[in-house]
């Protein structure tokens, strides 16, 4: 597959862009050779700089639930456009994305629009603090809230593919007040709040882990979560910038019926647009500035532009038979992927909820992220560029998740499985 054209873009890049990209995964170092450089998308496909198609399962890493470039969000952000960008000033596109996530996710009841998924859970963590009046925070291990500093501790993602324990730059005194316990372990998590009896804020975590792969919770772990969590005075903040209108329209925490205290938000909610939300119970809310004194603001918070672009992605969100589409085509896909590794002999630890999913190169079972450190990721390397000189793209990194959309078609699920099978079977 000829790729000169990105080989020559990305030697430039590098001049002028740390590693010649703005997300570190991004630049394919974990997997080797260089990244390609995109042109433009449609529907289910990207078209690289040099031409070649690919299925596209990165999705823009969650974001993009309706495919590229879906012709109502192009209008919406045209139309948008047309009367300006921004503002600072407060829009009624805002209260209406406001009052769709207030009336589709559980626990919030009042939300404010940042730029980020790190913005939001930064955010969400501040109020969380100022609401108690305590320090410490309790997070979990592969977790990934974004590139916080005192949330890059045993972090997934990026933090994970380059196999660093935490980010250099962050003083020690900044995670001082960063507890971390295992995924699906709620002794781990009681016995940390025990160690530090009125001390923690707030847990945070993803309710389903999409940045360590995909790691769905175990059976009552997240309903042990809350107990525990209300019996001891902290704040349940579920980070759904992944799954937020991905598992279902109100996010994890209506798929397993378990509603948290606070959510953070991000990727669909902005529809391929950059954005962040953090919301929660009316009184918790009630901390932030202008109204209390925990502080937080941002010029292209609530941008016209992301917001308009947020609201048509709901609104297709809400037609009925969407979320049914979406798992039908992935548990497609990951049964021909399993049928596949099995027929060719392969180890592998099959995961997926609705329509994220993960291939684990391992014999374990993936419960936690030291379940998914076992992943054999030269394997991983391997299938990764098997599967794009096949014209198929996934994300450049066994710590990452894959995103089926509404505009995968049969035909590209297909196409999909019969390369990962050719791929697998010269593993
Ligand atoms: N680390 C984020 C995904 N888990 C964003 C990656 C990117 O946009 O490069």
Redesign the pocket.
Known sequence: MESSKSLTAWQKSQQFIPGG??????NFSKVGKHPRFIDRGNGSKVYDIDGNEYIDYVA???PLVLGHAHPDVVEAVTVVAASGTSFGAPTLLETELAEIIVNAVPSIEQVRLVNS?TEATMSAIRVARGYTGRDKILKIDGC?H?HVDYLLAKA???VATFGLSDSGGVPEDFARNTLTVPFNDTDAVKKAIAANTDEIACLILEPIM??MGIIPPRDGYLDALREITEQNGIILIFDEV?TGFRVAFGGAQSYYNVTPDMTCLGKIIGGGLPVGAYGGKREIMQCVAPEGDVYQAGTLSGNPLAVSAGITTLKKLSESGVYEQLEERAATLANGLADATQKHGIDAWHSRVGSMLMLYFTSETVTDADGARTADTDRFRQYFWGLLERGVSI?PSQF??GFVSLVHTEDDINTTVKAASEVLSQL
């Open positions: 990209v703005n997300s570190p995964v991004r823009s890493w969650g998924g990934y974004g997934g993602s990026g999409g940045n992944i994300a990452e998740a």
